[in-house]
C-alpha cells in the first residue's frame, strides 16, 4: 500500500511500520540515514504482498535491541516513547538523533501502524547527549565535547572526581594542552586531529591540574554528528589512573556535582519556559528528568477528560506503562490521588506501598517492586487547581533521593505546571512567562510566630511587561526566619529565568548554610561558574522572632529601611560585596542588630526608591517616612506595604518594583 504522505513528507528520517516491526514505507531521509536503498527496505515480495524488512535488522547491532525495544513500547502499550538512537551514517560519523515511536491509523485502511521518526532537536542538542553522560557517568568514567572551529572543549559529565580536575564546565584547547606534559602534548593533538567514527584506541596522558600533583589520565575518542544533518563534534572519553588518593578529593568532587547539578537544573529550567507545544514539553521532560536527578526510569502522564494519558522514556518497564496509560483520574491508587490531590508521593519500597494502598495487594504485578526500589510521584499543579498531570521517577539499586532532590523536583514540576497550562490555553510567549514570573514569587507563611510579613510586586510599565524582580521567606531549621529581596538585570524573559534560578539556588543553599553571608557567597560561586550571562542584586536577612536579633548581608542591593512606631525611620546599609555572578572568590561579611517590638524593616528593590526624577537618597528618604508615617498610624504590615508600592507606582515607575515589609509583633 502507499504510505499517507503526512507521516512521511517531512526533511527528516521517517518510516512506518506493522506492530511487529516489518517497515511498510519509509522516506528517502530515512533509507539515506540507515545507510541502504530504499529498495533494500521494502523489496521482499510474498504473493500479492510486498514486505519490508525487519526495522531493528537495519541498525548496527550495538544499536538493533534499543531500536526494537522502541518499537515494542510503541506498539504494546500505545504510548508515545521517545529515545536517542545512533544511526550508522553514510561514509561518516554516527548521526545520534532524537526518535520518537508511536501509534497511528492509516486513514486509507484504518490499519495500527507505528510512525517512528527523527525529532527536530535543533533547538536543544542538549538532550542528544545524555544518554552518553548517562552511560560514562555509571562507568565511573568522564566525557567531553571537542569543537574544532571554536577550539573549545565541553566537560558534559560523568565521575565527579574527574571533572574537579578541570578548571570549569567550558574550556579552551590551548589552555587543556598547558596543562599537560610537553612529552604527551602530540599525542593529545594527534587524538583530536585523528579522530574516528569508531573508538579510538586509549592514549595516556600525564595531566597536572591546579594545587595538585600529576595525574596519569588515560583517552580515547570518537566523532558523532548531532542531530540529522546537524553539527560535527568530537567526543572524548577519560580515566583516571592515578593510584595516589588526594586528601581533598571529597570536597572537590562533591563542588564538581554541584556545578554538574546546577548547570543541570538551569538547563532544565530553560527549556520548559521556552517550550512552546505540548510535544516540546514531553521532550524535555522525557529526555532530561531521569537524568537529572539520578533515576532509572521517568513518565509522563497528562489529564485528557479524566483520564491518564501517558509517554515515557522507555525506561520504565512496560507493566506499569500498561496500569497508567487510560486510568480514571478517580482510580485510588498512588498516581492518579498524587495528581488530583496536588500532594507529592514517595514510595520506597513494596511493603511501603501496600501499607499505605491496602488494595494494591489484590494485583500481582505488585509483587515486582522490591526492597532496592522506589518511586517517587510529582504532580503538576497544586492543591486546589486543576490537575494537569504529573510525573513518576523511578530509583533502583538503593537509591534514595534527599528532600532536597525532591523539592527541587518540585520546583520543576510547577514550572512544569505552568508551561503547559499556558500552551493549552495557546497564550503568546510573554503571557506565559508573566504566568511563570509569578509562580516564581513564593507564598509567603501564613503564621510566623512574633513576625508579621507582607510582600507586594508590580511588574515594569517598559518592555515585555515581565522582570527579574523577587522575594522570599521560609523557615530555618533552627527557629529563625530568613527573609530576602532580590533583582536580577532586565525586563524580559532571560530576566525572569535568571530570578527563578537564582531564587532556587539561594533556597536549596540556605537549607545546609546558617549564615546569610555565607549563602551569598556559595550562590555567587555558582553564578559564576554557570557564567550567567546577567548578574543580580540580593539582600538576605535572618530574624530571630524571640529576640529579635536580626543578621543581614547584601550582594549590591539597596539598603534596608528601619521604621519604628514614633514615626521615625532610619537608613541601615549593610556590609556584603558586590552584585552576584560577576566577581569570581568574593567573601560576603555581615552584621548583626536588634528589630524592637512595634518597629518594621522595609526591603525594596530599585524600582521603589529610585526613577528619571528620583534620586536613590531622595527614594529611600521618601519611602522611610511612608513606612513610619504608617507604623505611627497603627497599619500593620500588609496595608503598610500597600502604602509604599501604591507611593512607587503613582510617581515614576519605569522599573520593577518589590517591597518585603516585616514588622515585629
Same mark, same amino acid.
Given at each position: 500500500m502507499?504510505?499517507?504522505?503526512?507521516?512521511?513528507?517531512?526533511?527528516?528520517?521517517?518510516?512506518? &511500520?506493522? %506492530?511487529?516491526?516489518?517497515i511498510?514505507?519509509?522516506?528517502?531521509?530515512?533509507?539515506?540515514?540507515?545507510?541502504r536503498? =530504499?529498495e533494500?527496505?521494502?523489496?521482499r515480495d510474498?504473493?500479492?504482498?510486498?514486505?519490508?524488512?525487519?526495522?531493528?535488522?537495519?541498525?548496527?547491532?550495538?544499536?538493533r535491541?534499543?531500536?526494537?525495544s522502541?518499537?515494542?513500547?510503541?506498539?504494546r502499550?500505545?504510548?508515545v516513547?521517545m529515545?536517542?538512537l545512533?544511526?550508522?551514517?553514510?561514509?561518516?560519523?554516527?548521526v545520534?538523533?532524537?526518535?520518537?515511536?508511536?501509534? =497511528?491509523k492509516?486513514?486509507?485502511?484504518?490499519?495500527?501502524?507505528?510512525?517512528v521518526?527523527?525529532?527536530?532537536?535543533?533547538n536543544?542538542?542538549?538532550?542528544?547527549?545524555?544518554?552518553?553522560r548517562?552511560?560514562?557517568s555509571a562507568?565511573?568514567?568522564?566525557?567531553?565535547?571537542?569543537?574544532?572551529?571554536?577550539?573549545?572543549?565541553?566537560?558534559?559529565?560523568?565521575?565527579?572526581?574527574?571533572?574537579?580536575?578541570?578548571?570549569?564546565?567550558?574550556?579552551?584547547?590551548s589552555?587543556v594542552?598547558?596543562?599537560?606534559h610537553?612529552?604527551?602534548?602530540?599525542?593529545?593533538?594527534q587524538?583530536?586531529?585523528?579522530?574516528?567514527?569508531?573508538?579510538?584506541?586509549?592514549?595516556? %596522558? #600525564?595531566y597536572?591540574?591546579?594545587?595538585?600533583?600529576?595525574h596519569?589520565?588515560?583517552?580515547?575518542?570518537?566523532r558523532?554528528q548531532?542531530?540529522?544533518?546537524g553539527?560535527?563534534?568530537?567526543?572524548?572519553?577519560?580515566?583516571?589512573?592515578?593510584k595516589?588518593?588526594?586528601?581533598?578529593?571529597?570536597a572537590?568532587?562533591a563542588? $564538581?556535582?554541584?556545578?554538574?547539578?546546577?548547570?543541570?537544573?538551569?538547563?532544565?529550567?530553560?527549556?520548559?519556559?521556552?517550550?512552546?507545544t505540548?510535544?516540546?514539553l514531553?521532550?524535555?521532560?522525557?529526555?532530561?528528568?531521569?537524568?537529572?536527578?539520578g533515576?532509572?526510569g521517568?513518565?509522563?502522564a497528562l489529564?485528557?477528560?479524566?483520564?491518564?494519558?501517558?509517554?515515557?522514556d522507555?525506561?520504565i518497564?512496560?507493566?506499569?506503562?500498561?496500569?497508567?496509560?487510560?486510568m480514571?483520574?478517580d482510580?485510588?491508587s498512588?498516581v492518579p490521588?498524587?495528581?488530583?490531590?496536588?500532594?507529592?508521593?514517595?514510595i520506597?519500597?513494596?511493603?511501603?506501598?501496600?501499607?499505605?494502598?491496602p488494595?494494591?495487594a489484590e494485583?500481582?504485578?505488585?509483587?515486582r517492586l522490591g526492597?532496592?526500589? $522506589?518511586?517517587?510521584i510529582?504532580?503538576?499543579s497544586?492543591?486546589?487547581?486543576?490537575?494537569?498531570?504529573?510525573?513518576v521517577v523511578?530509583?533502583?539499586?538503593?537509591y534514595?533521593?534527599?528532600?532536597?532532590e525532591r523539592?527541587l523536583?518540585?520546583?520543576?514540576?510547577? &514550572?512544569?505546571g505552568?508551561?503547559l497550562?499556558?500552551?493549552?490555553?495557546?497564550?503568546?510567549r510573554v503571557?506565559?512567562a508573566? $504566568?511563570?514570573?509569578?509562580?516564581m514569587?513564593?507564598?509567603?507563611p501564613?503564621?510566623?510566630?512574633?513576625?508579621e510579613?507582607?510582600?507586594?510586586?508590580?511588574?515594569?510599565?517598559?518592555g515585555?511587561?515581565?522582570?527579574g524582580?523577587w522575594?522570599?521567606a521560609?523557615?530555618?531549621?533552627?527557629?529563625?526566619?530568613?527573609m530576602?529581596?532580590?533583582?536580577?538585570?532586565?525586563?524580559? =524573559?532571560?530576566?525572569?529565568?535568571?530570578?527563578?534560578?537564582?531564587?532556587?539556588?539561594?533556597r536549596?543553599? $540556605?537549607?545546609h548554610?546558617p549564615d546569610?553571608?555565607?549563602?551569598?557567597?556559595?550562590?555567587?560561586e555558582?553564578? =559564576?561558574?554557570?557564567e550567567a550571562?546577567?548578574?543580580?542584586?540580593?539582600?538576605?536577612?535572618h530574624?530571630?522572632?524571640g529576640?529579635?536579633?536580626?543578621?543581614?548581608?547584601?550582594?549590591?542591593?539597596v539598603?534596608?529601611?528601619?521604621? #519604628?512606631e514614633?514615626?521615625?525611620h532610619?537608613i541601615?546599609?549593610?556590609?556584603?560585596?558586590?552584585?552576584?555572578?560577576?566577581?569570581p572568590g568574593?567573601?560576603?561579611?555581615?552584621?548583626?542588630?536588634?528589630?524592637?517590638?512595634?518597629s518594621?524593616?522595609?526591603?525594596v528593590?530599585?524600582?521603589?526608591?529610585?526613577?528619571?526624577?528620583?534620586?536613590?537618597e531622595?527614594?529611600?528618604e521618601?519611602?522611610?517616612?511612608?513606612?513610619?508615617?504608617?507604623?505611627h498610624?497603627?497599619?500593620?504590615?500588609?496595608?503598610?506595604?500597600?502604602?509604599i508600592?501604591?507611593?512607587?507606582?503613582a510617581?515614576?515607575?519605569?522599573d520593577?518594583v518589590?517591597v518585603l515589609?516585616i514588622?515585629r509583633?
Open positions: 502507499d504510505a499517507p504522505d503526512e507521516f512521511l513528507r517531512g526533511p527528516d528520517p521517517a518510516a512506518l &511500520l506493522t %506492530l511487529d516491526g516489518a511498510r514505507s519509509l522516506n528517502a531521509a530515512m533509507a539515506a540515514a540507515l545507510g536503498p =530504499v533494500q527496505c521494502l523489496g510474498f504473493g500479492d504482498q510486498c514486505l519490508g524488512r525487519d526495522f531493528g535488522d537495519l541498525w548496527p547491532a550495538s544499536e535491541m534499543s531500536a526494537e522502541l518499537v515494542a513500547h510503541a506498539a502499550t500505545k504510548t516513547a529515545r536517542v545512533d544511526f550508522p551514517g553514510r561514509g561518516g560519523a554516527p545520534a538523533c532524537l526518535i520518537e515511536a508511536r501509534q =497511528v492509516d486513514p486509507a485502511s484504518d490499519e495500527q501502524l507505528i510512525w521518526h527523527a525529532l527536530d532537536a535543533r536543544d542538542l542538549a538532550s542528544l547527549l545524555i544518554p552518553f548517562m552511560a560514562t562507568a565511573n568514567l568522564g566525557l567531553w565535547m571537542y569543537s574544532p572551529c571554536e577550539h573549545q572543549m565541553e566537560w558534559l559529565g560523568g565521575a565527579p572526581a574527574l571533572a574537579a580536575l578541570f578548571p570549569g564546565p567550558t574550556t579552551s584547547l589552555r594542552i598547558s596543562a599537560v610537553p612529552d604527551d602534548r602530540e599525542a593529545l593533538r587524538l583530536l586531529r585523528s579522530a574516528a567514527t569508531q573508538q579510538s584506541a586509549w592514549v595516556r %596522558l #600525564r597536572l591540574p591546579q594545587h595538585e600533583g600529576w596519569q589520565l588515560a583517552a580515547q575518542t570518537r558523532i548531532l542531530g540529522y544533518g553539527p560535527e563534534r568530537i567526543f572524548g572519553v577519560v580515566r583516571d589512573d592515578t595516589k588518593e588526594k586528601r581533598n578529593e571529597k572537590q568532587a563542588l $564538581a556535582a554541584e556545578r554538574l547539578r546546577a548547570k543541570e537544573t538551569a538547563a532544565f529550567s530553560s527549556a520548559l519556559i521556552t517550550a512552546a505540548e510535544q516540546e514531553q521532550q524535555v521532560v522525557l529526555t532530561r528528568l531521569a537524568a537529572t536527578f533515576a532509572s521517568a513518565l509522563l489529564v485528557a477528560e479524566g483520564r491518564l494519558r501517558v509517554s515515557t522507555a525506561g518497564s512496560m507493566w506499569e506503562v500498561d496500569v497508567l496509560h487510560g480514571s483520574l482510580d485510588p498512588p490521588e498524587s495528581i488530583r490531590t496536588g500532594r507529592p508521593q514517595f520506597r519500597d513494596r511493603e511501603d506501598y501496600i501499607r499505605r494502598w488494595r494494591g494485583f500481582p504485578l505488585i509483587g526492597s532496592d526500589y $522506589a518511586t517517587s510529582t504532580p503538576l497544586e492543591a486546589g487547581n486543576q490537575p494537569l498531570g504529573g510525573w523511578t530509583y533502583g539499586s538503593g534514595r533521593p534527599s528532600l532536597e523539592t523536583m518540585g520546583t520543576l514540576a510547577d &514550572l512544569a505552568q508551561a497550562r499556558r500552551i493549552r490555553l495557546q497564550q503568546a503571557e506565559l508573566t $504566568a511563570l514570573q509569578q509562580t514569587l513564593p507564598t509567603l501564613e503564621h510566623l510566630a512574633g513576625l510579613v507582607a510582600a507586594r510586586y508590580r511588574p515594569s510599565l517598559d515585555l511587561d515581565i522582570g524582580d522575594y522570599d521560609f523557615a530555618m531549621p533552627d527557629g529563625t526566619v530568613a530576602e529581596i532580590g533583582d536580577a538585570q532586565g525586563h524580559d =524573559v532571560d530576566a525572569a529565568a535568571v530570578m527563578g534560578q537564582v531564587r532556587a539556588s539561594i536549596a543553599i $540556605a537549607a548554610e546569610p553571608a555565607t549563602v551569598l557567597t556559595r550562590t555567587n555558582l553564578l =559564576v561558574t554557570m550571562a546577567r548578574f543580580a542584586s540580593c539582600t538576605m536577612l530574624i530571630d522572632p529576640d529579635g536579633q536580626v543578621t543581614g548581608a547584601s550582594a549590591g542591593h539598603p534596608v529601611l528601619y521604621a #519604628r514614633d514615626g521615625s532610619s541601615r546599609e549593610l556590609p556584603g560585596g558586590p552584585v552576584l555572578g560577576v566577581v568574593t567573601e560576603y561579611r555581615e552584621e548583626t542588630f536588634t528589630l524592637d517590638e512595634g518594621a524593616l522595609v526591603m528593590t530599585d524600582g521603589v526608591v529610585e526613577g528619571p526624577g528620583l534620586t536613590l531622595a527614594g529611600l521618601r519611602a522611610g517616612t511612608l513606612a513610619g508615617a504608617a507604623l498610624d497603627g497599619l500593620n504590615a500588609e496595608e503598610t506595604a500597600d502604602r508600592l501604591d507611593a512607587a507606582v510617581v515614576d515607575h519605569l520593577d518589590a515589609v514588622r509583633a
